[in-house]
């Protein structure tokens, strides 16, 4: 029988083989370049803390602002960066995590186990950001855009605070951003990696509706 | 020779431990498939659970992860668990589920994004595939290893290392204590290969030991077997009587006896049994022939009971005090005279009479005691006297023919004995003798359970002197 003389052939157990090989590699390439593909990052990040939020800026204190899409898988991994940067700070940031709700979406469909996440961390406040207005106000387009100002409102930080798509541990991102709180360093720069916090489509809805 | 059986020993043992070690890495390699399968399924299940849609606002799409999982995850299983099922024992299968399974730590790693905890997987991994005892799956599961680190410390070292600038050297600690486990896991796969090649010794020496000992045995019932067929009688040759006797010897129960020995006036008749098997029971019918026949010629006109009671005293004191033996001798002895008289003494096995007036068979009691029980049974044996008429049968037995079982657990019994010769009585002694063997061995089947010993004897008369 040809099958069975094909499995008794040892040639094509290494063929198949190499063959397995090859595609684990080009998998795991994917999946490399699919975790360390960074989201869109918006040119149009304000240099000064935006004078239309709502969000209170703390006296004599950084403020610190996180966007997220509530239902972003990656952005649990943004929230336990935040989480470690809060400890790694000492109290010396005032943060809050902005949760988006599409401005067509239920009432409380924002509230997902990552708000409940985002309210566990000691010295987070977290709020709806109905329709992503304050997104549009600190420039952010994807989830677990961070963004750091100082006492003075000047930006300090803008991105992310991951080193990959939902991927815990240290990275640059977080070391930057805690380098500005706690050294006042400006104008650092991070990859963001998160879902899009509106559609487009919703993006134009809440452009109409302002 | 010495040296032949040591080499021989030694392959026997590479034998056992080669079929112990391919069955027990079948095992390991069913074990490890099935695992395979289990980690697709929970890798697709932490994808579902953790990352089940990517969202744009309202929007969403099934996640990457979820193509990962099932994609990656399934073609990353199926190609181990094809080599268990079609290639099962085969070097490189377990060598391909070493790789896999280290390359199942990278992906549940990257599915559960990076959680600390999932590193935890490479090392029971690695204590996993100690299953196979063999240190050389070891040796690609570290390659895998070693290339993932030096990859990761060169392109993303936080991805593995947790700090943004390891030192050069990093990889090299993480490969340590992977090194570290697997110097220990390699020694325990070694010792234990080692320990399943003494078990296979242990039983190649003990297999070796008991063919030593079955064929010391063998020589000893062959020895036995020449002994009993040895002494058996050459001369049937009898005034009076037209004889035709057999003793067919089972292969490891042995010690049936029976004896034709003329004398003026008639013959001497002995059929018996001994108790036992082996060289000791042909060593204990030696000496009962050898006292008998000593007896019967220095006193060929005494009563068999007197031969009997003085034979048992031989016998006791052989037997119970110098060979230090519990035989004992069921024997049945008989004086015949040519007038047709029997004088009978002895406890063996019921003598069978076929009458040429009835054309039917008798049963002939015994009584008395077996030889070499106790020392003295003059006062326990009894002698009875029958006659045969002219023509008449005298059929003598052992057990092995009345007792042999058939398939079905059922002993032939005397009365298919008697049946046979009332049958087949008009025809020669030999002729009956050997339906009568004919029907037993058809009963018993292939296996001959103990001796059959069967003497017919037809008392023709004597002429008278003219």
């Known amino acids: 029988m040809p099958a069975r003389r094909l499995r008794d052939h040892v040639v094509f157990w290494y063929v198949l083989l190499g063959a397995w090989l090859t595609a684990m590699v080009v998998g795991g390439g994917y999946t490399w370049r699919d975790k360390l593909t960074p989201a869109a990052i918006s040119a149009d990040v304000p240099e000064q803390w935006p004078a239309g939020t709502t969000i209170p800026r703390a006296d004599g204190l950084a403020t610190l602002v996180m966007l997220v899409h509530p239902r972003c898988p990656c952005s649990r991994a943004s929230v336990a960066e935040l989480s470690r940067l809060m400890t790694d700070t000492h109290g010396r940031v005032d943060a809050h995590v902005l949760v988006v709700r599409p401005i067509d979406a239920s009432e409380q469909w924002e509230r997902t186990d990552l708000w409940d996440r985002a309210a566990a961390i000691p010295g987070v406040t977290v709020h709806t950001d109905i329709g992503g207005q304050e997104a549009r106000l600190f420039g952010a387009i994807a989830s677990g855009h961070v963004v750091v100002h100082d006492a003075n409102g000047r930006l300090l930080f803008r991105g992310g605070i991951t080193g990959a798509r939902g991927h815990e541990g240290d990275n640059p991102g977080r070391s930057q951003a805690s380098a500005a709180i706690l050294r006042g360093l400006g104008r650092a720069v991070g990859p963001t990696f998160g879902c899009e916090l509106l559609s487009a489509e919703e993006l134009v809805r809440t452009s109409d509706a302002r | ?466």
């Open chain 2, 1 to 466: 020779m010495p040296g032949r059986s040591r080499d021989a020993e030694l392959a026997r043992r590479e034998q056992l431990f080669g079929e112990r070690y391919a069955a027990l890495v079948r095992r390991a390699d069913h074990l490890f498939a099935r695992l395979m399968v289990v980690q697709w399924v929970f890798g697709v299940l932490l994808a579902v659970l953790l990352s089940p849609q990517a969202w744009a606002g309202k929007t969403h799409v099934i996640h990457h992860h979820i193509y990962i999982a099932v994609v990656l995850g399934g073609v990353l299983s199926a190609v181990p668990v094809a080599l268990v099922v079609l290639r099962p024992g085969w070097v490189v299968t377990r060598m391909t589920i070493a790789c896999a399974q280290m390359l199942w730590s990278a992906l549940l790693i990257h599915l559960s994004g990076g959680r600390i905890e999932t590193h935890f997987h490479i090392f029971v991994s690695l204590a996993f595939l100690t299953v196979y005892r063999d240190w050389r799956v070891f040796v690609p599961a570290t390659l895998v290893i070693v290339v993932d680190h030096v990859t990761r410390q060169l392109f993303w070292p936080e991805s593995v290392f947790a700090v943004l600038a390891p030192e050069p050297w990093r990889f090299l600690e993480h490969t340590g204590w992977i090194v570290f486990e697997e110097v220990v896991l390699i020694i325990s796969c070694i010792g234990a290969r080692r320990e399943m090649r003494a078990a296979a010794g242990q039983q190649a020496a003990s297999e070796a030991l008991d063919r030593l000992e079955k064929e010391a045995l063998a020589r000893e019932l062959a020895i036995a077997a020449s002994i009993q067929t040895a002494l058996l009688p050459r001369n049937t040759d009898l005034r009076g009587l037209e004889c035709a006797a057999t003793m067919i010897t089972a292969s490891s129960v042995g010690g049936d006896y029976y004896e034709f020995l003329p004398v003026p006036g008639g013959c001497w008749i002995g059929i018996g049994d001994v108790a036992g098997h082996g060289l000791q029971a042909g060593l204990v019918m030696l000496q009962a022939q050898s006292a008998l026949e000593a007896l019967i010629l220095s006193q060929p006109d005494a009563e068999p009971m007197l031969l009997l009671t003085i034979a048992n005293r031989v016998i006791f004191e052989n037997v119970r005090n110098r060979l230090g033996s519990d035989a004992y001798i069921t024997l049945s002895l008989l004086r015949y005279h040519e007038d047709g008289r029997i004088v009978s003494a002895g406890a063996h096995e019921e003598a069978l009479v076929w009458r040429a007036s009835s054309g039917r068979c008798e049963r002939v009691p015994v009584e008395g005691t077996w030889l070499g029980v106790i020392p003295e049974i003059g006062d326990a044996t009894v002698q009875i006297t029958l006659t045969l008429e002219v023509d008449d049968l005298l059929v003598l037995y052992t057990d092995g023919i009345i007792e042999a079982r058939g398939g079905h657990g059922e002993i032939f019994g005397l009365d298919r004995v008697a049946q046979l010769v009332e049958a087949h009585a008009a025809g020669s002694v030999a002729d009956i003798r050997d339906r009568v063997l004919g029907a037993v061995a058809a009963w018993a089947g292939a296996v001959l359970e103990d001796d059959m010993t069967i003497m017919v004897l037809r008392h023709v008369g004597v002429a008278p002197a003219v």
